[in-house]
């Protein structure tokens, strides 16, 4: 159709191989007589139809035969061009305050013209601007020949003459349309010829320009020169838009003049049409630029305007076209040029279909996926950023990009959106080894030769580029939003998709190739975070804005496979039904909020979690590596090339994985990043204790706890995720940049922290709680000077802090010693207890707590069960590590010993094995029983009285006792190689225990229960230990004294008890049937009617809230006293008892403190 379009034209039918418009042979000997539309050129097989222009009408041949309807669009859609083109515009021009060249027969070119502000600092040649003329006294207005201007303007403007003379004198500046001429010569022959030029033929003069064709040849020798002289590679649209910067500078030169202002209106009337003429042309050339003769090897279409886009970044230089500037769009063009275009095309709706296919060319640019991306030798991709922008600035096209199908493509998947959606590969752009490995291995090579400074360089020439992205990418998505309210719809649509594509990336394994990467999640997150600023101000003033049921209101994320705080699918969707609401839209501001929280979720989270992996694999690497290196008998054996071998790959891929960490470091630990995603967090967690603040007024005042044990289900149905990800961020925080929080962050944070502590029926999840009590536990760790860490301070002032921390720590320390899981034996060691035992050492200093902590004790009933545990705990921990260390010592004797080189390799790597197990589970096991063991140092010397209940102290004096006797009498089985390697201090852990001793020797109470400690206790021991602590300066003088006079005392007692207690053979039914001892307070069970001992059910009842015979929920409240039974017993102790007996031996005898036994075995410990 084209093609036929062009012969009908050209009043002939020319062939044109190759599509570039070449004449054949044949047709060289044709000449061009006529436009007649019945030219017999034209085959006899195609019929005629009449398409109509505003200065001639053109018979053009169809094909009777079936053709594609996209033919017939496009020859409709050329006569519509020039109709459109013709309609007089009264329109001003759109200012671009760019001065171009004055036309005049031989235009000279004019100095590159200061770019407007919003593309100044695109420009690639900036100069400076023109400098205004000296006042002057008004003139008398000129006088205009409109018929003669409009004849040099056109002529100037489009570079064309009907005169061969002038043709000549211009040295063919002035292009002759010889075939033209002599066609309105027949066509008017009683008119002066050559005609003059005016808007009437504008159309005619602009078409028989951009049919010739300097490749093609000819017979006539007159027109030879003119094709000749045609500029060489040029085309069209080159064409076109040296026109169109002539008809500007036209314009300008018209406005300077002093001309009457209905002449002015006039001429300006005419300039008009010949832009709006040339931007028509300028869009069908970049949909059809096979419409016209082109030069070959060129990229025509949309190429030809994406490469002035490419040029507005001045880093992009390798993009920029080597055209002359006179016959492209500079800089200081485009924001005018695609204002024309958008006035043109916007009406009719065809502004896609001329700019969409330059977008794509744009965004999907191949600099966009080379290896190299961002840290390239090249800065290509800037570029597109900086043509993105132009384009955007422009708010009909950032509609438009919107409105497009590839603006969020409806068959995208996780993987492919950031490759097929159009801001796709921008987004991806990163520094994450898995997409980006070049960057990683040239920034990063060798990174356990690289110095730490050196490492610092290349975060921050990395993370420079980064900002220069994202602050770019944002600013991108903000205008767009900003362009109409669909357009902002449309971006809130791509941020869900994103979100519900990747639902799969929060799981715990994931294949990275079927989510999208780190790099386009990461950055997705920092627009959103950017775009969350402004409603997050320091006073919280529109905190409120945010809708706390959008989940009800909006299904833009979707809920139905996440796990919600504390409630049931069941329940979650029920409320869902009830606050649908009348179907009005949340506000942007929720629409960020619930966003910009979802895509934390499933992108920036998992992204940390990434790196975090890293880490246990370099941890891994490294144990394999020390096994591989520690056995030493392949040494001299055929086996070494290969043990050599292996031992080299684990290191290589060490290597790789150091760097990888580096290369996620760059973007995590970006400053600029951490700052802000501190500053969201913060504000979320102000907004979920808002939440559930009975007044909805926190942070002013500040929320009172605990919270009410009544949690609102709109709580409790909002996705868990909301509170896990503000956890795992603060936990990853004060983990690795703690120091990030010295600016703003730690008071909200602990206020969160406290707040679902003091209230852990808030959250279902056991493991969430634990991380919230963790976050406290880096927290108070040591760093860069500080001995108690980044939150010690905050925990030592603020007001909240020292009411609750010492309350909600023991709440929490009981509460989790059923976590339901099947783990949670240990996991309330390795996850609970042991950051529990650490913070209340670290604040244990400051008064304010200690009086919270007997302000506690008073709550009798819980503060006993608090002790139960942690002397449970204590029994345990001590017991196994020093299990553990005795194994050790026996393995490492073994492996001294001269047989052990003769044992097959299998035995010894065998044992090697065991012995490191032994040594990891040793050094766990030793942390925390020393840990617990001061705690209950601290605790006893505070507040005595709950360590004294019936149901405690005798477990107490017998944990202690068991503990002193093998620290005393199994030294030498506790001898290990590097004791400091297991975290193993004898000594401490003696005066620690011996300190226990002594905070409680005042308490009547605490020494009968070690008097009737039958299985361990022994005047002998404390002997021991008292000459170990007084040689060892284990212990004052005096605190050796006072333990003296503490065992003179056991032994009064025992005496007594034993004088007391020869009852004979006690009957059965006075037994307890759990402890086998003597019952003095009988109990019945209400379930399963068993008797015991109130002391023993109670002591029981501490650790489990079970019957302990049918297994039947059981409270101290529920057991029923059996005062028959006890009358009884009573009875039988009066029968049975004997008077009392006095020692009569001196307290001074009682006790050796002389005995010097074993002591050398200690001191070797």
């Known amino acids: 159709m084209v093609l036929q379009l062009r012969k009908v034209l050209n009043g002939r039918g020319r062939e044109e191989p190759g599509g570039r418009g070449q004449r054949t042979q044949e047709e060289r000997g044709k000449h061009r007589r006529s436009r007649h539309p019945n030219n017999a050129s034209v085959p006899s097989k195609w019929r005629r139809t009449r398409v109509c222009f505003p200065s001639c009408t053109f018979t053009i041949a169809m094909s009777s035969t079936p053709q594609d309807d996209a033919d017939r669009i496009r020859l409709k859609r050329l006569a519509k061009l020039q109709s459109a083109a013709a309609s007089t515009s009264s329109s001003p021009e759109p200012s671009s305050g760019v001065p171009t060249p004055q036309p005049n027969p031989s235009p000279k070119p004019a100095p590159i013209p200061k770019p407007s502000p919003a593309f100044k600092r695109a420009a690639s040649q900036p100069s400076a601007a023109p400098v205004p003329a000296p006042a002057k006294r008004p003139a008398a207005p000129l006088k205009l020949d409109l018929p003669a201007w409009e004849h040099e303007t056109i002529r100037d403007v489009l570079r064309v003459t009907l005169d061969r003379g002038a043709a000549d004198a211009s040295e063919h500046e002035l292009i002759w349309l010889k075939?033209?001429?002599?066609?309105?010569?027949?066509?008017?022959?009683?008119?002066?010829?050559?005609?003059?030029?005016?808007?009437?033929?504008?159309?005619?003069?602009?078409?028989?320009?951009?049919?010739?064709?300097?490749?093609?040849?000819?017979?006539?020798?007159?027109?030879?020169?003119?094709?000749?002289?045609?500029?060489?590679?040029?085309?069209?649209?080159?064409?076109?838009?040296?026109?169109?910067?002539?008809?500007?500078?036209?314009?300008?030169?018209?406005?300077?003049?002093?001309?009457?202002?209905?002449?002015?209106?006039?001429?300006?009337?005419?300039?008009?049409?010949?832009?709006?003429?040339?931007?028509?042309?300028?869009?069908?050339?970049?949909?059809?630029?096979?419409?016209?003769?082109?030069?070959?090897?060129?990229?025509?279409?949309?190429?030809?305007?994406?490469?002035?886009?490419?040029?507005?970044?001045?880093?992009?230089?390798?993009?920029?076209?080597?055209?002359?500037?006179?016959?492209?769009?500079?800089?200081?063009?485009?924001?005018?040029?695609?204002?024309?275009?958008?006035?043109?095309?916007?009406?009719?709706?065809?502004?896609?279909?001329?700019?969409?296919?330059?977008?794509?060319?744009?965004?999907?640019?191949?600099?966009?996926?080379?290896?190299?991306?961002?840290?390239?030798?090249?800065?290509?991709?800037?570029?597109?950023?900086?043509?993105?922008?132009a384009l955007v600035a422009v708010k009909p096209i950032a509609v438009m990009i919107t409105k497009m199908e590839a603006w969020n493509p409806p068959n995208a998947t996780a993987p492919t959106i950031e490759t097929v959606s159009l801001m796709g590969p921008l987004l991806r752009l990163g520094v994450f080894e898995r997409e980006w490995p070049q960057i990683a291995s040239s920034y990063f090579s060798e990174p356990e030769k690289r110095t730490r400074p050196d490492v610092e360089t290349s975060f921050a020439s990395l993370r420079g580029t980064l900002k220069s992205l994202q602050s770019t990418l944002f600013q991108v998505f903000n205008t767009i939003v900003r362009a109409s309210p669909e357009a902002r719809e449309n971006v809130l649509q791509y941020f869900a998709r994103v979100v519900a594509l990747n639902r799969r990336r929060a799981g715990m394994q994931v294949e990275p190739d079927t989510v999208s990467s780190d790099a386009f999640m990461v950055n997705l997150q920092t627009i959103l975070l950017r775009f969350a600023e402004p409603f997050m101000d320091a006073h919280y003033s529109k905190i409120d804005k945010i809708d706390p049921q959008y989940f009800a209101h909006s299904n833009r994320i979707d809920l139905k496979e996440e796990t919600r705080v504390n409630a049931t699918s069941e329940e979650a969707g029920k409320w869902e039904e009830e606050n649908r609401g009348d179907g009005t839209a949340p506000n942007f501001i929720s629409d960020i909020f619930y966003l910009a929280l979802a895509m934390n979720h499933y992108g920036y989270q998992k992204t940390i979690q990434s790196y975090d992996d890293l880490a246990k694999t370099i941890d891994d690497m490294r144990r394999h590596l020390d096994m591989l290196q520690g056995d030493t008998s392949w040494q001299g054996t055929p086996f070494q090339a290969r043990a050599e071998a292996a031992i080299n790959t684990v290191k290589t891929e060490m290597s790789k994985v150091h760097m990888q960490q580096f290369a996620y470091e760059t973007q995590l630990s970006d400053p600029e990043l951490v700052f802000r995603s501190i500053g969201f967090t913060t504000f979320v967690s102000t907004w979920l204790i808002r939440f559930v603040d009975p007044k909805k007024k926190h942070p002013s005042p500040t929320i009172e706890l605990p919270l009410s044990k009544d949690v609102p289900l709109s709580f409790r149905v909002l996705p868990e995720y909301l509170l896990e990800d503000i956890v795992d961020y603060y936990l990853y925080i004060v983990r690795h940049t703690p120091q990030s929080l010295d600016l703003s962050g730690k008071n909200e944070l602990v206020i969160f922290c406290l707040t679902f502590l003091t209230s852990t029926w808030y959250i279902k999840n056991p493991f969430l709680k634990a991380k919230i009590n963790e976050i406290l536990f880096f927290g108070i760790l040591g760093y860069r000077g500080e001995r108690t860490g980044v939150l010690g301070g905050t925990l030592n002032s603020h007001p909240l802090a020292l009411k609750h921390v010492m309350p909600a720590l023991m709440h929490f320390y009981i509460e989790v010693e059923q976590t339901g899981a099947s783990s949670q034996f240990y996991d309330k060691f390795n996850l609970y207890r042991r950051n529990i035992a650490y913070i209340l050492k670290a604040v244990w200093d400051n008064p304010v707590h200690r009086d919270a902590l007997r302000n506690e004790a008073n709550n009798v009933e819980r503060f006993v069960?608090?002790?139960?545990?942690?002397?449970?705990?204590?029994?345990?921990?001590?017991?196994?590590?020093?299990?553990?260390?005795?194994?050790?010592?026996?393995?490492?004797?073994?492996?001294?010993?001269?047989?052990?080189?003769?044992?097959?390799?299998?035995?010894?790597?065998?044992?090697?094995?065991?012995?490191?197990?032994?040594?990891?589970?040793?050094?766990?096991?030793?942390?925390?029983?020393?840990?617990?063991?001061?705690?209950?140092?601290?605790?006893?010397?505070?507040?005595?009285?709950?360590?004294?209940?019936?149901?405690?102290?005798?477990?107490?004096?017998?944990?202690?006792?068991?503990?002193?006797?093998?620290?005393?009498?199994?030294?030498?089985?506790?001898?290990?190689?590097?004791?400091?390697?297991?975290?193993?201090?004898?000594?401490?852990?003696?005066?620690?225990?011996?300190?226990?001793?002594?905070?409680?020797?005042?308490?009547?109470?605490?020494?009968?229960?070690?008097?009737?400690?039958?299985?361990?206790?022994?005047?002998?021991?404390?002997?021991?230990?008292?000459?170990?602590?007084?040689?060892?300066?284990?212990?004052?003088?005096?605190?050796?004294?006072?333990?003296?006079?503490?065992?003179?005392?056991?032994?009064?007692?025992?005496?007594?008890?034993?004088?007391?207690?020869?009852?004979?053979?006690?009957?059965?039914?006075?037994?307890?049937?759990?402890?086998?001892?003597?019952?003095?307070?009988?109990?019945?069970?209400?379930?399963?009617?068993?008797v015991v001992d109130r002391s023993t059910i109670k002591a029981h009842l501490l650790s489990d809230s079970k019957d302990p015979f049918n297994r039947q929920p059981l409270s101290v409240e529920d057991v029923v006293p059996n005062p028959e039974l006890k009358a009884k017993i009573d009875t039988f102790l009066a029968d049975r008892r004997r008077k009392g007996t006095a020692l009569d031996v001196p307290p001074e005898d009682i006790v050796n403190m002389n005995n010097e036994t074993e002591d050398a075995q200690m001191q070797e410990t």
């Not at 705990?873 to 492996?895: F, G, R």
């Not at 004096?957 to 975290?983: F, S």
């Open 179 to 389: 075939p033209l001429a002599e066609e309105l010569a027949s066509e008017e022959p009683q008119q002066k010829q050559p005609r003059s030029l005016d808007a009437e033929i504008l159309d005619r003069l602009l078409i028989a320009r951009l049919e010739l064709d300097p490749q093609s040849m000819s017979d006539d020798l007159e027109f030879l020169p003119v094709l000749a002289s045609l500029p060489a590679g040029q085309t069209v649209f080159e064409y076109l838009v040296g026109c169109w910067k002539r008809a500007n500078a036209a314009r300008s030169a018209l406005t300077k003049k002093n001309y009457p202002p209905s002449e002015t209106h006039r001429a300006l009337t005419v300039l008009d049409k010949v832009r709006d003429l040339l931007i028509s042309y300028a869009g069908l050339t970049l949909q059809e630029p096979e419409m016209f003769p082109q030069p070959p090897g060129r990229d025509l279409g949309p190429p030809e305007l994406v490469q002035p886009l490419l040029s507005l970044s001045s880093l992009s230089a390798p993009l920029l076209s080597s055209s002359s500037p006179r016959s492209t769009l500079g800089p200081s063009d485009i924001e005018l040029f695609l204002h024309d275009l958008v006035r043109r095309f916007e009406p009719d709706g065809e502004l896609e279909s001329v700019l969409g296919p330059v977008v794509q060319h744009l965004l999907w640019h191949e600099c966009l996926f080379r290896p190299g991306g961002i840290g390239g030798g090249d800065s290509s991709w800037r570029g597109v950023l900086g043509g993105l922008e």
């Open 865 to 1090: 069960r608090f002790v139960n545990l942690m002397i449970n705990d204590v029994t345990y921990l001590m017991d196994e590590s020093l299990s553990e260390l005795t194994q050790i010592h026996n393995i490492q004797a073994e492996m001294e010993e001269p047989s052990w080189q003769t044992k097959p390799p299998q035995v010894r790597r065998e044992r090697e094995a065991t012995l490191r197990q032994l040594e990891r589970h040793a050094i766990g096991y030793t942390t925390l029983g020393r840990s617990t063991v001061d705690m209950l140092k601290i605790f006893t010397a505070e507040t005595k009285g709950p360590f004294m209940m019936p149901e405690i102290v005798g477990r107490l004096a017998a944990m202690l006792d068991y503990n002193l006797d093998v620290l005393i009498n199994r030294t030498a089985e506790l001898k290990v190689k590097e004791p400091e390697k297991y975290k193993f201090e004898p000594r401490r852990l003696l005066s620690d225990i011996l300190q226990v001793y002594l905070n409680l020797s005042d308490q009547g109470e605490f020494a009968r229960a070690v008097a009737e400690d039958g299985r361990s206790y022994k005047k002998e021991l404390f002997e021991k230990a008292m000459y170990i602590a007084r040689h060892r300066n284990l212990k004052t003088p005096d605190e050796v004294e006072l333990l003296r006079l503490f065992v003179v005392k056991v032994e009064e007692t025992k005496a007594t008890i034993e004088a007391e207690e020869d009852l004979g053979d006690i009957p059965d039914e006075f037994l307890d049937p759990l402890m086998f001892t003597l019952m003095r307070d009988p109990v019945t069970l209400p379930s399963s009617k068993a």
